[in-house]
């Protein structure tokens, strides 16, 4: 046993006679040992274990008030499993029911009085010996439960990632079948159209009226292949992170203008009402941001709220908050309940998810305007419930504010 041990063992010695305690006290001075400490009333012994915290405790078996053999049933009850408490009985008391007692009761050894302080001083660096070596094992011990810990977290990730895989895979061959059954049904269709009005339109008894049906009919299914097309395309761009910003200055009030005559015919068609709300004694607004993507939003969002309202109105426009405009599109269409409005915005969804949907369209409006707006530093909000309606909304940061009027 080594000095630096000597010097931080410390030993508690508990015999009720007082000439035993110095005898015991001299001799571990002379072997180096520096923490030591007594008593000859072993009703202190808890107390002492609990606030000198002895490694070792030399302990006498018979004394007035309680028994070695009483001491150490009252120690196992506050010394955890855990804490290795070596404890060498010194006692007069030879007999073998005596030692089988003692070692039963949670002595580590035994010696009898009167002893040999040789073998005294031996039995007590066995014991600090043992206690030290129980005391790295445990050091062991914690230190190989927290790798187990550590190395159970990173299986933890790894087991979570793994099934983020999964899941993403299981998503992206969702998202293929998905992209396959619609675009097969939204490019197919148009192209039918286009097919079929062509074989028509070379037909010779043809009279300028029914060319003229046939030609617009022909432009309708362009511009749904057209805009099918370009749906795709913007959500690669989206889906890649490639969507490129180019902010310029953008006359708000005449996009919105055009945009209200674009969408007019579609409206009177359905028999809807179209209102374009600008604020009081706004002439123009110049906002700056990028124009075809502000384009794509509204125009998405108006065309979702034609597609799903058979009556009452659409109104749209925007409003002026401090350092930012909110612009809005209303309706009185079907109106979503809480869970579809978590679910408008996946890729290629419809509330109406059958091969027999009521509504035509690839069910990428609403995450086109969504991906769109995050690249522009904003997100959709949507007000809705069913059979009242909605109001989808976002905000941009306004930069610029002019009235030639004033």
């Known amino acids: 046993m080594n000095k630096l041990l000597f010097e931080k063992s410390k030993i508690l010695i508990v015999d009720d006679q007082q000439a035993n305690i110095d005898l015991l006290e001299g001799f571990l001075?002379?072997?180096?040992?520096?923490?030591?400490?007594?008593?000859?009333?072993?009703?202190?012994?808890?107390?002492?274990?609990?606030?000198?915290?002895?490694?070792?405790?030399?302990?006498?078996?018979?004394?007035?008030?309680?028994?070695?053999?009483?001491?150490?049933?009252?120690?196992?009850?506050?010394?955890?499993?855990?804490?290795?408490?070596?404890?060498?009985?010194?006692?007069?008391?030879?007999?073998?029911?005596?030692?089988?007692?003692?070692?039963?009761?949670?002595?580590?050894?035994?010696?009898?009085?009167?002893?040999?302080?040789?073998?005294?001083?031996?039995?007590?660096?066995n014991l600090l010996s043992a206690k030290s070596m129980h005391q790295q094992l445990q050091n062991q011990n914690v230190i190989l439960e927290d790798k187990v810990k550590e190395r159970t977290a990173e299986l933890e990730l790894i087991a979570i990632d793994l099934l983020a895989a999964k899941e993403r895979a299981e998503s992206g061959d969702r998202l293929k079948t998905a992209f396959l059954q619609t675009i097969s049904h939204e490019i197919r269709t148009p192209m039918n159209g286009i097919l079929g009005f062509a074989s028509l339109l070379a037909s010779p008894d043809l009279t300028e009226g029914e060319r003229?049906?046939?030609?617009?009919?022909?432009?309708?299914?362009?511009?749904?292949?057209?805009?099918?097309?370009?749906?795709?395309?913007?959500?690669?761009?989206?889906?890649?992170?490639?969507?490129?910003?180019?902010?310029?200055?953008?006359?708000?009030?005449?996009?919105?203008?055009?945009?209200?005559?674009?969408?007019?015919?579609?409206?009177?068609?359905?028999?809807?009402?179209?209102?374009?709300?600008?604020?009081?004694?706004?002439?123009?607004?110049?906002?700056?941001?990028?124009?075809?993507?502000?384009?794509?939003?509204?125009?998405?969002?108006?065309?979702?709220?034609?597609?799903?309202?058979?009556?009452?109105?659409?109104?749209?426009?925007?409003?002026?908050?401090?350092?930012?405009?909110?612009?809005?599109?209303?309706?009185?269409?079907?109106?979503?309940g809480q869970e579809s409005q978590q679910m408008i915005f996946e890729k290629f969804m419809q509330i109406d998810g059958s091969t027999t949907r009521n509504y035509e369209g690839s069910g990428l409006g609403l995450s086109i305007c969504q991906g769109i707006l995050k690249f522009l530093g904003s997100g959709i909000h949507i007000e809705s419930d069913p059979d009242k309606g909605s109001v989808f909304s976002f905000t941009l940061p306004a930069k610029e504010y002019t009235d030639p009027e004033l």
């Not at 001075?29 to 008593?39: D, F, K, P, V, W």
């Not at 302990?59 to 150490?72: E, H, Q, R, S």
């Not at 008391?93 to 073998?119: C, V, Y």
């Not at 180019?246 to 579609?266: G, P």
């Open 29 to 125: 001075e002379m072997e180096g040992y520096q923490n030591i400490l007594s008593t000859s009333d072993p009703r202190t012994v808890l107390n002492l274990y609990e606030s000198f915290a002895p490694d070792l405790i030399l302990l006498d078996l018979a004394m007035p008030y309680l028994t070695g053999f009483k001491v150490m049933e009252l120690l196992k009850q506050i010394v955890s499993a855990d804490n290795y408490l070596p404890i060498l009985v010194l006692s007069a008391n030879i007999t073998p029911e005596a030692k089988q007692r003692a070692l039963a009761e949670g002595a580590s050894d035994f010696l009898s009085k009167p002893f040999d302080l040789i073998e005294v001083g031996l039995r007590i660096r």
């Open 212 to 336: 003229a049906e046939y030609l617009e009919l022909m432009k309708i299914s362009l511009d749904r292949l057209v805009g099918t097309i370009t749906d795709y395309v913007n959500i690669s761009l989206i889906y890649t992170d490639n969507l490129q910003i180019q902010s310029q200055q953008v006359r708000l009030v005449h996009l919105l203008t055009d945009l209200e005559s674009k969408f007019r015919k579609e409206c009177d068609k359905k028999g809807l009402k179209l209102e374009l709300q600008l604020p009081d004694h706004i002439f123009e607004f110049l906002l700056e941001t990028d124009s075809e993507l502000l384009r794509t939003v509204i125009s998405h969002l108006i065309a979702n709220a034609i597609k799903f309202t058979n009556k009452g109105f659409i109104t749209f426009g925007f409003e002026i908050l401090p350092s930012v405009i909110k612009i809005y599109v209303r309706d009185t269409g079907i109106g979503l």
